[in-house]
């Protein structure tokens, strides 16, 4: 569209004397590779690619790229892994993509204060290492976390699996160094565990996915690492009574786990056959893992078991408990396995993020049953049971009319979400992906403030342009 500018060489020289020549690309093949996520290619209507690919190696350098993006009027679209599900990394305009791999450094480990300043390429689970290294938890825990960048984590507020106790990554920051629009550098927040002075703009930068501002350096709160923890993994005969464990081991086994995580009958399959193993709980209709720590043996003892013994009250067929390291990653392979499982063995699919009411979960997994029943589609459904977030992907295999099955059944699942008190996006965002679809949730006034907020910080609409709303 020619509401941007272009690339000419004279610019492509401009970027080059700002982050070295070694760091800014334009042939096709590396192009392609930087200009998409995990959402597979023909879920849009056309290629989206980058005119220009730059690797800053210091926030001096992305604030020298942004101004001359604002001076251009050309768009910027940051990306850090391509782990995301939401085509929040995808150009949608072209421009440039700022990719952090090179920003990768972790800045401090203040151990007087709980906290670690790093930069925005850094890989999650480096953070999570180092923090346990010197007896610290970081609670921020993505599937993807191994191979998630932490300034994705952040664009997205991704939540992960240990939401229910310490909640989503917004919660664990404390502070962001940010790259604005005009190319200013500025830092919200700070190591404090309070602040109101002025807006709360830290928190209001999580999940705003690189459409607000640019995020280089962020310091997280940490946490003294709990001595002890236990999975159990808890096999059901179906979805329904695995779900209706779920609050009951808050309200009556008085226990706040770490983690609640749903895996039901395909899932399990899909990861068997990716993994070409018998994973555990294979053959259940449905699984839970629920994770719990405490401070010493003796007490996580008695809460495991009487979380097994709440299990098996409400139908729990067999229950198996992991303590060492081997056998709690055996346990979680399968969990964090089962979106590579899908993208390796089925074709033409949607995977959505829906989030509702933990206690409506069992309406939601009802109304994608019946919606895949109408359109002739398969279903996998996993996911975080104890927050209601549910990543279901809808799987139409090779039917010729995919996309409009497809179709058919997100409105009629939307609209059964929106009803149950939920809404679209739990963690992955809506990027590009769920554009069209923010209508159903949030009405015209809140569409409006969005467009507000979103041209205070960038008058141009050059940071992340096309994504979250649509603009006329």
Not at 142 to 163: F, L, R, T
Not at 173 to 186: K, R, Y
Not at 189 to 215: C, M, P, Q, Y
Not at 433 to 458: G, M, S
Request: glycine share 8%; charged share 25%.
């Amino acid at each position: 569209m020619d509401r941007y500018g272009k690339i000419d060489d004279r610019l492509l020289g401009e970027l080059k004397a700002a982050v070295g020549e070694n760091n800014v690309f334009t042939d096709t093949a590396k192009l392609a590779e930087y200009s998409h996520d995990e959402v597979p290619a023909n879920s849009y209507d056309r290629e989206y690619i980058a005119e220009a690919l730059v690797f800053p190696e210091n926030t001096e350098q992305v604030s020298a790229v942004v101004k001359l993006a604002a001076q251009h009027n050309i768009p910027v679209t940051c990306r850090g892994a391509g782990t995301g599900l939401s085509g929040g990394a995808v150009p949608a305009f072209g421009g440039v993509i700022l990719c952090f791999e090179k920003m990768n450094r972790i800045i401090e480990l203040d151990e007087a204060n709980f906290t670690i300043t790093v930069e925005t390429g850094v890989i999650t689970d480096e953070i999570v290492n180092l923090a346990r290294e010197h007896g610290l938890l970081y609670a921020g825990d993505p599937c993807s976390g191994d191979k998630s960048q932490i300034g994705g984590n952040i664009a997205e507020n991704a939540g992960g699996n240990k939401v229910v106790k310490y909640g989503a990554t917004g919660a664990q920051l404390l502070a962001l160094e940010a790259v604005l629009a005009d190319g200013t550098v500025t830092w919200f927040g700070g190591k404090r565990r309070k602040d109101v002075t002025g807006f709360d703009f830290v928190h209001l930068l999580a999940g705003s996915e690189g459409t607000l501002a640019i995020i280089t350096k962020a310091v997280l709160k940490l946490l003294p690492l709990p001595k002890y923890s236990a999975d159990l993994l808890a096999e059901f005969a179906d979805a329904d009574s695995a779900m209706a464990l779920v609050p009951k081991i808050i309200a009556e086994a008085g226990l706040i786990p770490v983690s609640i995580e749903f895996m039901d009958r395909n899932s399990l399959s899909f990861v068997s056959k990716y993994l070409k193993r018998e994973v555990p709980a294979c053959s259940a209709g449905a699984a839970l893992i629920i994770q719990l720590e405490g401070s010493d043996a003796a007490t996580l003892e008695k809460d495991c078991k009487k979380t097994a013994e709440t299990a098996v009250k409400y139908g729990a067929q067999k229950i198996r408990t992991a303590k060492t390291d081997a056998e709690k990653e055996n346990l979680w392979t399968a969990r964090k396995s089962i979106a590579d499982s899908i993208a390796k063995l089925c074709e033409n699919y949607v995977k959505e993020d829906l989030v509702v009411p933990a206690d409506k979960v069992p309406a939601l997994l009802l109304s994608i049953e019946k919606a895949c029943a109408k359109y002739g589609l398969e279903s996998s459904v996993y996911g975080h049971a104890g927050d209601g977030n549910m990543h279901c992907t809808l799987i139409a295999g090779n039917k010729k009319n995919w996309k409009d099955l497809l179709h058919q059944a997100q409105e009629e699942i939307y609209a059964d979400t929106k009803k149950f008190g939920g809404t679209l996006s739990g963690e992955h965002g809506i990027g590009l992906k769920r554009r069209e679809y923010i209508k159903y949730f949030l009405d015209d006034a809140q569409i409006e403030l969005i467009k507000r907020v979103k041209l205070a910080f960038d008058p141009q609409n050059i940071l992340n342009p096309g994504k979250i709303v649509e603009w006329e």
